[in-house]
Structure formats: C-alpha cells, structure tokens
C-alpha cells in the first residue's frame, strides 16, 4: 500500500538521534576545551601564573609574547589585545555552554593558526605544535556537533550558531 505524505505528517518534528555514549565523550572534551580559553583569559587578565606586571588588568600586554615571533608588529598592540582576550573570552563561554560550536571552531581555528604563526619558528618543526592539535581538536568538535550533549547546543539551535 502506497502512503502519501499528509499535513499532519510533515508537522510532526522529526525524532531526534539518540544519545550515544561517545557523545557524552565530545561534550567533555568539549567542556575542557572550553576551559583551556577560560583558563587562558583569567591568567592573562589577572596574572595567576602569568607575572602579575605582565597582567592585562594591571597594564600588561597578553600579546606580548609575540614580539618574538612571526608577527612582532602586532605585539602589543591595544586592539590586537583587546580582541585576542575577547576572543579567549568567548571562546571558552560558548565552549562550556556548547553554544555556536561551529563558529568557534571557525574563530578559534583561525585565532591559533595566528598563535601558531606568531611562534614562528618552532624548535620541534612547523606542524610538531600544540596549537595545530587545539585547532584540528576544536574543527572535531564543530563536526560531531559535541554542542549537542552535555550543553545548550540543541536548545538554542539556529542554522548560524551551528
């Protein structure tokens, strides 16, 4: 018997996927991810293991460091600071929450693929760095939609917050 598609069959909401225990995996990793740019944001911000005179609170630069790398004519710079603890900010907020995953992982790629430039060069190789894992980690999580458990991914869901 052939069964045609009704109004009150293309209302109902379709069923949603089942959880799967390694789901709940993404969502931790997704949450420690989250925290690494916490972390980074309060430790550049307040100088908890960054000298407190290097403290962004306290007139530091969280740039600074790259005065020595790849790209020294950004280092220190007022808006390049204030966009990069923006940034870690952000980041690590939307992370815990599992909220906009996609453009994060978007953002935060493309914020440590500067980090990785501005270290430039390595001592262990150009692609032998942690930045590049963070960042190949952070697009994994963007495609496993880790947003999903554990946090408000599904909840909040909209096409541009994905």
């Known amino acids: 018997m052939h069964h045609s598609l009704t109004e009150a069959d293309s ?7 089942p959880v799967r225990p390694l789901d709940y995996v993404w969502g ?3 949450i420690a ?9 309060v430790d550049r911000a307040f100088g908890l293991v960054t000298p407190v005179h290097q403290a962004w609170m306290y007139g530091g630069s969280p740039t600074s460091a790259i005065r020595h790398g790849g ?8 808006w390049v600071d204030g966009l990069f603890m923006f940034g870690l900010l952000g980041f690590g ?12 992982a978007t953002a935060g790629g493309i914020t440590l693929a500067l980090m990785w ?8 190789g150009p692609f032998a760095h942690e930045y590049i894992v ?6 994994l999580l963007a ?3 880790a947003g999903d458990t554990l946090g408000l991914g599904r909840l909040v869901a909209r096409p541009y917050l994905k």
Do not use: K, M, N
Request: aromatic share 8%; proline share 9%; with cysteine.
């Open 28 to 30: 931790v990793a997704r």
């Open 143 to 145: 495609v496993v939609r």
């Open 134 to 139: 963070y960042a190949v980690g952070l697009a």
């Open 117 to 124: 430039a501005a270290a430039l060069p390595l001592p262990g």
């Open 93 to 104: 907020l939307c992370l815990v929450l599992g909220v906009a995953t996609r453009a994060v």
């Open 11 to 17: 209302a109902e909401e379709p069923a949603e996927d």
């Open 71 to 78: 790209l020294p004519a950004l280092a220190g710079q007022p």
């Open 33 to 41: 991810a989250g925290s690494l740019f916490l972390w980074a944001y």
